[in-house]
């Protein structure tokens, strides 16, 4: 039986059309390929570093990191070189782990590269990657052959066409997506507005069971507290609570704030649960300012950074919507501000997205920078924002993929998952935007070797006009 019987015979009709699609990704003519990447030695000492660890909030000075095989292996202020080991002296600079950024819209291998020279080494892309991307794209990312960060992939599922997602109209049809999102490599679902409570159930038992966790919004017909109850991992983003969590003041339009008193009560709420919550205020702050001012849209086009948005995605920026619509969400987003200075206070799970590039304001990889400012700005301590872009992504990760080992902490065994600057983030963080160098999975891009990934991108974007 060929692979079109096998779907006709076993899928709903409902789903057979996606599962077509999807394949056709799959089976889509494979782009010239890559050259291979340098064969990187099996070792890297790093000397004369800084450690910012960000398993606790410390500096370890004077240090030298032992990589082998896309592991750390060892971490001490002197350590001997293995023979035939690369030697990275950090001239008194800052390692860190590289960061996360765990609401990304990846489309293209020039999003994958804009991620890694900005530092980020982990991207959770939340929907509408083409499989392509998914299947073998990553693969070759894990191979080396496409520079990227490591990618984790989510299916969007709804429960109506009005987004523009694969619709799942029943609980049958649920758990063939879970099924197929296994099949094609996914790692999450995501659960958008307008799912059935019916689905919504399938999709949690069946995720559980395929271990793929349901992550996204909240559902209309199910609200958060009970999505959280049966089990979503993470809420994407803040602004859902909003949606459907808070009691909102009488007469709400749309845009007034929730009473000061409803965020302790989500504050406990998350804190019981442990669920992970998107920190995404840079998104929602580019929201807001973009809110009913068609000037603001123009003004993100002309950024130095939008030289680094596809063709596509400034068409999009272009036609979006929220430059048409009236009023203020200025009182939201300065409210969502104070829910995330209080999320971190009580040690909540927070974890950085940006939902770039898809809002306009927000370039993949500057968007990230963008946010870890305005957390910063909205009361969280350094630490506490950097701990949204590493060691929260890793707390979440280790808890959702069981196994899939340790990442944005700088310990002994963990990925080999670096950034290297030369000022203290933990009293910068800007010097974040100008790495010295990135490691990704173990392999070492410099400065210039970053400077040449942007500068490719633009160059293809450009060419592609
Ligand atoms: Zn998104």
Known sequence: MNISQLIHRHLPASLQLAAIFLLA???????????AG???PSATLFVNVNIVPMGRETVLRGQSVLVRDGRITAIAPALAAPAGARVIDGGGGYLLPGLADMHVHVRDRETLA???????TTALDMGEAPNAMVGRTRAAVARGEVPGPRLLAALAVD???RFGHLVVPSAEAARWAVRLAKANGYDFIKVYNGLSSEAFAALAEEGRAAGLPIVGHSVEAVALERQIAAGQAMVAHLEE???????MPEGDDGQAAPDESEIVRAVASIRASGVAVTADLATYQAIAGQWGRPEQVQAYLDMPEARFL?????????????QRRTGSLAERAAFL???????AGADALLIAGTDAPTIPGLVAGDALHRNLAALEAAGLSRHQALATATSGPGRFVARAMPGS????????????DLLLVEGNPLEDLAVLRRPIGVMAAGRWHDAAALAALREGVAEVYSGAE
């Open 159 to 161: 429960g109506s066409p």
């Open 405 to 416: 080992g340790t990442f944005g902490i700088i310990a002994e065994g963990a990925r080999a």
């Open 114 to 120: 804009m991620l890694l020279a900005s530092g980020i």
């Open 241 to 247: 609570f909003l949606y459907a969590f808070f009691r």
């Open 337 to 343: 501000g104070r829910f995330a200075r209080a999320l």
């Open 38 to 40: 340098p064969a990187a």
């Open 310 to 322: 596809s063709p596509a995605d400034r068409i999009d920026w272009r036609r979006s919507g929220y």
């Open 25 to 35: 990704w799959i089976a889509a003519p494979a782009a010239a390929q890559p050259a």
